[in-house]
């Protein structure tokens, strides 16, 4: 029998999520963010649930080439744009819209040869300053581009750094407005954060709405069921599902007297006598080792607690209230457990100090992934 830890990905929960960005952002065309191999779910495991996206954005050449094979004839874009100008042939060969952030890229586009004229979209910084032009050279790039005969539609874009948080999105909604408002092109702002609670579908203040031209957003932690503003809300408020389900079996059991420790650094000594479940998970397979002792965790659909530190490959939960379960009971790190219980991936982050962001991400290589409906 092979090791029991397993990962499903639901792609009925993938599609359900994307009608909750098509909802909330009922005008506009919906980009499925797919990076990081759709943000560890895999490109082609998740392929199914979010088809019924308009797009696919992702960062890599490898990874559009992935979403061609897999049939996909509709918009793919590149949301950092390309690397090096040779990129430039394979966005040609598999059409792809990308992202122009930065002046090379603009001299790129100018000496590459091409049959037919490129879509690209033209990110401002508008004051995340990361990626795009300032506000007061944003133009000049603009006239520049649209006057490439190697260059077809060009697009707006730029990116939020508080949509999920207190500073909110207005600063920068007013300077990529002011900027853009006479600029013919479609608009591309917001991220899942800005498309639930800046829509006004959350009862938030909804700087978006009717916000003119709104007319692609870019859906990626969202479809993958975890709340980008989590703790303020959880999946289940903006009512999310979670589209990945990490979960494996008890492999032992230990009764423990107080005074006895779990684990290595003996970071856990038991205060009355309590038993243990020994669970086949561990960091190597993508739980966080510094989730702290008292992570929640599900054992055959019940709430309980991680115990000590989290090992490579085990980690230990707490079964005092919990006497049914034992050997090869079934244990949910995070996602869907027995009878249908959740167990949101962000509250998980939380004890590790992350965001779900990162521990999707981070499922590891020697997890076997099963993909159900
Ligand atoms: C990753 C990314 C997104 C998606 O962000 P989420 O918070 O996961 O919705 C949107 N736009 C850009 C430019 C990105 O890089």
Redesign the pocket.
């Known amino acids: 029998m092979p090791r029991p830890i397993e990962a499903l990905i639901h792609t009925g929960a993938l599609a359900h999520n994307l009608a909750r960005a098509r909802a909330a952002a009922p005008d506009a065309r919906l980009?499925a963010?797919v990076?990081a191999n759709a943000?560890g779910h895999g490109i082609e495991r998740a392929y199914e649930g979010l088809r019924g996206a308009d797009g696919f954005?992702l960062?890599d050449l490898a990874e559009a080439e992935r979403v061609r094979a897999l049939g996909w004839r509709g918009p793919i874009l590149l949301?950092?744009g390309v690397f090096e100008p040779r990129d430039l042939e394979l966005v040609s060969r598999l059409d792809l819209w990308h992202?122009v952030h930065c002046t090379p890229q603009i001299d790129w586009l100018a000496a590459h040869k091409t049959a037919s004229p490129q879509h690209v979209l033209l990110k401002m910084n508008s004051g995340m300053n990361r990626l795009g032009f300032r506000p007061e050279s944003y133009r000049a790039a603009w006239a520049r581009l649209n006057a490439l005969p190697q260059v077809g539609e060009v697009g707006l874009?730029t990116?939020f750094s508080d949509?999920?948080g207190p500073r909110g999105i207005e600063h920068q909604v007013r300077t990529f407005a002011a900027v853009t408002r006479d600029l013919p092109g479609e608009r591309s702002v917001a991220?899942?954060?800005a498309?639930l609670r800046h829509h006004g579908a959350g009862g938030l203040p909804g700087a978006l709405r009717g916000f003119q031209g709104n007319d692609w957003v870019?859906?990626?932690?969202?479809s993958y069921g975890s709340a980008?503003d989590f703790p303020e809300h959880d999946a289940a408020h903006w009512r999310l599902r979670p589209a990945m389900t990490l979960r494996t079996r008890l492999i032992a059991t230990q009764q423990l007297e107080p005074g006895d420790t779990v684990g290595y650094g003996s970071s856990f000594a038991a205060e009355r006598p309590m038993r243990i479940g020994i669970a086949a998970c561990g960091y190597a397979d993508g739980y966080p080792r510094h989730a702290a002792s008292g992570a929640p965790v599900l054992v055959d659909g019940a709430r309980t607690t991680t115990v000590g530190r989290v090992s490579m490959d085990m980690l230990a939960v707490d079964l005092s209230s919990l006497p049914q379960a034992g050997l090869g009971s079934e244990v949910t790190l995070w996602g869907e457990g027995a009878g249908g219980t959740i167990l949101s991936i962000d509250e998980v982050a939380r004890s590790a100090g992350t965001i779900g962001?990162e521990l999707m991400c981070a499922l590891a290589q020697r997890v076997p992934v099963r993909v159900v409906g």
């Open positions: 980009w963010v990076k943000y954005a960062l949301l950092e992202t874009m990116h949509a999920d991220n899942s954060a498309i870019r859906a990626g932690i969202l980008p962001y």
